[in-house]
């Protein structure tokens, strides 16, 4: 493959076309260059903690602390795609978790009410009412032109004081244990464990979790199959692709990492229910921003409302949709949350909207709306996740942590802007 | 007037070998220009040809080592990194797309970035004299205090021209400054041009309208495809001349010939009223009733700020305007067109005359922009299939003949004139039965001219009903069918455009403007 790419390089005017390796891979360098700070950061990491970082124990962890930004960093993608901002996140993840710890162990209901104390039940309420929450700040920022910044900043205060008032400042738990599975649990072993190497002296033994290994390489088979077939149908339609080279390339590094990643998890419990839910999640919304007219329009609002509105897109019904998904997205993570500590305390969530902000700003997303993807919201909760993980594991003071991560978000957004500048 | 102007006067500006890429598209090939002291140069060439990605290398925009080339100004090389630099030796460029800020002052705006100030202090009442020094020159007649959003496209061109003066220009750029002015307000800033030229300031005047250039310039050079064609001195200057240079061969005829199929009435608006959407008492449209048959071409003249456009935004999903009255009726049946949405399902489109702010997504690319009013038709249960919308954008980039690298070309980064067309590529995939076309070709070359009049012709043919409001009385008579005579918000006349001539439009504006002051 190099010998292919360096003499093409060489020629100015190959750069210039579109379609060649070199022009690909610029094109490339700015999606795929955050994975890439992603992949340098844990090494570096993992040089620096002594391989702790690789650990997979480590790892799990890693997953399951960032949860609740990544699930609600995909609303929050949305939010500021369509040029908004929602601050009330935080808050509104800590109420509902306060009000699942209240339903679920805190509030005594008479027998007939009895089942309001279901986790299943109590949990669909909780997504309800923080659909109904998103859907209530939505309504007054699309139908009444409220600046998205002022409602959501009174959206904070309020909920804030909420959890509050129902939890009487006390901290409420523990949870039913189904409950707790939500953040705790790992997925059955459907298939059996698979023993590589056998429990000797000597020897650490290493026995893989079955069902993850398989569920891994499903996902991973499914990912090259489905662009195989859309490079051969944009092939078969007449139109050029990138070359195959780098196509190849990009499958197979991608697929790689998705097998060391299983490969860990299998290693150690396996697959975390939670993971499951927040994969399910990432796919849905890919899909909902790539391939959705959904999707499309909120580009389209983010990007001129007036000539979106003109073109007959009904932004104010958009919006509100938008952030009535904020408002359950806010809530499964307050119940992400709560179910991790096991106890729903009035300080849950708070502060936890920064982190998602900031998670999806370094991810590529623009302050003027109408640009940012998925893929880079999640991996730029990733890079946040991995520097809270590494910095604690190496016992950096909680300022300098701070400092730190603030110089980061202030890098990526000036390293995308540059970028751009430059092209 | 030529014979004033002696052969020999000193080059002021040359350009040499000027060549700048953008990834994927070279916009300038080796592009030379030479304009002398005191001259009005004018720059010609199709949409896309590079005339603003010159000037804008020429002013500092493009800073200097993006681009290949010298440039040497007053016989010194200069290698601009900015505007300000060229603002320093009297380059001062007015873009074509203005620059004002709105809800600023027209003394505000005059000294934007120049404040008159002492130690940071802004001087209000230097700022206020000097504004109303420079208005004199230009000959408006506005308090500097006035905003500039209250005042029309116009006056505001004129705003911008005072504010190049307020700067001490030597060499004024303009880009297409007639692009929305009335016939009037143009005529008005031609004669300032040529006030400034006796001055001794030299203009570089970019316009696709060939009969104003060909009036008041001195020399034209014509670039083509990024490249200088030939620099036309005043005897040689005519306008089919122009054309063949910037076409690369004889245009016949500007409008092409169709014979139109008119069937029964398709669109009918009847007793159509308008409120001001900030002054809620000010009736701007009042009572309009209009048709349009089937397979008709139908035009509306007026002056600016004869509330064309307002009307035609009211009729669209009440985009403009509040207590809006009348009834718009689809084949004798009644619909409701309160909402864009609405309008657009029962087959109504409007392509505004205001590409940035009311048609595109600057920062998304052309084939998102093209599909965005029509998504159902490349959609199925709210999934859309990439490559069938590919199929769409690369077919109506290609109908449409736009200018660019590719489909995936940022729409902010097109040249003016292939913007415009990405608007009309929009409507016209959304396969409207009425199609309302506000200055569908402002800012267009003239070759595009004609390819979007066969559009129009071709979309005729297929029995659409449609409606063009276009401030060119020429570009009306050439392609309508009839024409309503629009002035302050009511139709006051009617011809069929066999039967008319500017001079009818005019005397029936005229009769309306007598009525209105007796
Ligand atoms: N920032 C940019 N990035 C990429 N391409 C660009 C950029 N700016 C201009 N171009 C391309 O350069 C070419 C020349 O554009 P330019 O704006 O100079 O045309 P123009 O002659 O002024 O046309 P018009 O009459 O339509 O205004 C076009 O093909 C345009 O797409
Ligand atoms: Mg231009």
């Known amino acids: ?423 | 007037m030529t014979d004033t102007i002696p052969e020999m006067r000193d080059t002021i500006l040359q350009m040499r070998d000027i060549t700048k890429t953008f990834p994927g598209v070279k916009a300038l090939q080796n592009v030379n220009l030479d304009v002398k002291a005191g001259e009005i140069h004018a720059i010609v060439g199709e949409n896309g040809a590079g005339k603003s990605t010159l000037m804008k290398v020429l002013s500092g925009v493009y800073p200097h080592g993006s681009y290949e080339g010298q440039i040497i100004y007053n016989g010194e090389e200069c290698a601009f990194r900015s505007i300000r630099d060229s603002e320093h030796k009297g380059i001062v460029i007015i873009h074509q797309e203005l620059a004002l800020v709105p809800l600023l002052s027209i003394a505000e705006n005059i000294y934007l970035g120049n404040e008159r100030a002492n130690a940071g202090i802004v001087d209000w009442d230097e700022t206020r004299e000097g504004a109303r020094a420079v208005l004199r020159k230009v000959g408006l007649n506005e308090d500097p205090d006035t905003l500039v959003t209250n005042i029309g496209t116009g006056k505001q061109q004129l705003v911008e021209i005072a504010k190049a003066l307020s700067k001490e220009v030597k060499l004024l750029i303009l880009d297409e400054p007639t692009a929305s002015l009335s016939e009037k307000d143009s005529a008005a800033l031609l004669d300032l041009l040529l006030g400034f030229k006796a001055q001794g300031i030299s203009c570089i005047l970019i316009s696709h309208k060939l009969n104003e250039v060909s009036k008041v310039s001195d020399r034209i050079t014509v670039i083509r495809d990024g490249r200088t064609i030939e620099t036309l001195n005043k005897a040689d200057i005519t306008e089919d001349r122009i054309i063949t240079s910037m076409v690369g061969r004889p245009l016949e005829d500007r409008y092409p010939a169709r014979t139109p199929e008119i069937g029964e009435v398709v669109f009918e608006v009847k007793n159509w009223s308008v409120y001001h959407p900030q002054h809620r008492d000010r009736q701007v449209i009042k009572g309009i009733d209009l048709n349009v048959r089937k397979g008709e071409v139908v035009g509306i003249a007026g002056l600016m700020g004869s509330g064309r456009t307002e009307f035609a935004m009211s009729l669209f999903g009440k985009s403009y305007g509040v207590k809006v009255t009348g009834e718009v009726l689809l084949h004798g049946k009644k619909v409701d067109t309160s909402t864009v949405e609405k309008a657009v399902s029962h087959g109504i489109a409007y392509a505004t005359e205001d590409r940035k702010t009311f048609g595109l997504n600057l920062i998304d690319h052309i084939k998102h922009n093209t599909t965005l009013a029509n998504l159902w038709g490349v959609s199925r249960w709210g999934v859309i299939d990439d490559l069938a919308e590919l199929d769409v954008a690369n077919d109506y980039r290609k109908k449409t003949n736009i200018r660019s690298s590719s489909v995936y070309q940022t729409v902010g980064n097109l040249s003016g004139g292939n913007q415009q067309k990405v608007v009309l590529s929009k409507w016209l995939f959304a396969n409207p039965e009425v199609l309302i076309l506000d200055e569908p070709t402002r800012g267009i070359d003239v070759g595009a001219k004609y390819e979007i009049y066969s559009i129009i012709n071709q979309l005729a043919a297929q029995g659409k009903a449609i409606l063009v409001i276009s401030s060119e009385m020429p570009e009306l008579l050439g392609i309508t069918d009839r024409v309503y005579v629009m002035n302050e918000g009511r139709l006051v006349g009617e011809m069929p455009t066999a039967e008319a001539s500017q001079e009818k439009i005019m005397r029936a504006i005229v009769r309306a403007e007598g009525k209105v002051a007796s």
């Not at chain 1, 955050?34 to 997953?63: A, D, E, H, R, S």
């Not at chain 1, 070359?243 to 590094?253: E, H, R, S, T, Y």
Request: some cysteine; hydrophobic content about 55%.
């Open chain 1, 1 to 423: 493959m190099t010998t292919e790419t360096a003499p093409q390089a060489a020629t100015p005017a190959e750069a210039a076309a579109p379609l060649s390796i070199w022009g690909a891979l610029q094109a490339n360098l700015r999606e795929y260059g955050l994975l890439l700070v992603l992949i340098l950061i844990m090494l570096f990491f993992q040089w620096t903690t002594g391989g702790v970082l690789f650990k997979p124990l480590n790892l799990t962890n890693i997953v399951l602390q960032n949860s609740y930004i990544i699930v609600m960093a995909l609303g929050m993608l949305l939010v500021i795609v369509a040029g908004h901002i929602d601050l009330s996140v935080g808050s509104v993840s800590g109420f509902i978790g306060a009000l699942a710890a209240m339903l679920m162990v805190g509030w005594k209901f008479p027998p007939e009410l009895a089942f309001l104390a279901n986790p299943i039940v109590a949990g669909l309420i909780c997504l309800v009412i923080g659909a109904a929450i998103g859907a209530a700040q939505g309504y007054l920022i699309a139908y009444y032109r409220i600046p998205s910044f002022i409602v959501t900043l009174a959206g904070m205060l309020i909920f804030k004081g909420l959890s509050l008032s129902i939890l009487a400042g006390q901290s409420v738990g523990p949870f039913p244990a189904e409950f707790q599975l939500l953040s705790a649990g790992f997925i059955p072993d459907f298939i059996g464990a698979i023993t590589l190497i056998p429990a000797s002296q000597g020897v650490q033994p290493l026995v893989l979790h079955g069902a993850t290994l398989a569920i891994g390489i499903v996902a991973v088979v499914g990912m090259i199959l489905l662009s195989i077939r859309t490079r051969a149908r944009r092939t078969a339609r007449g139109y050029e692709s990138e070359p195959f080279a780098l196509f190849a390339a990009k499958n197979i590094v991608i697929a790689a990492l998705v097998l060391f990643f299983t490969y860990m998890l299998a290693s150690y419990k396996g697959l975390p229910n939670v993971l499951v839910v927040m994969g399910i999640l990432i796919a849905g919304f890919v899909f909902l921003t790539k391939r959705l007219t959904f999707g499309r329009r909120i580009y389209a609002i983010g990007g001129n409302p007036k000539a979106a509105a003109l073109s007959g897109i009904k932004t104010e019904r958009l919006t509100f949709y938008i952030f009535a998904i904020m408002g359950a997205l806010a809530a499964l993570a307050g119940m992400i949350y709560a179910a991790r500590l096991n106890s729903a305390t009035p300080k849950a969530g708070q502060g936890l909207e920064l982190d998602v902000i900031a998670a999806v700003f370094i991810g590529g997303a623009s302050a003027l709306g109408g640009v940012g993807q998925v893929a880079g919201a999640v991996i730029g909760a990733f890079i946040m996740g991995v520097l809270n993980n590494g910095m604690s594991i190496m016992g950096i003071n909680i300022d300098l942590q701070q400092m730190i991560k603030g110089v980061v978000l202030l890098a990526a957004v000036f390293f995308d802007l540059y970028n751009k500048n430059k092209a």
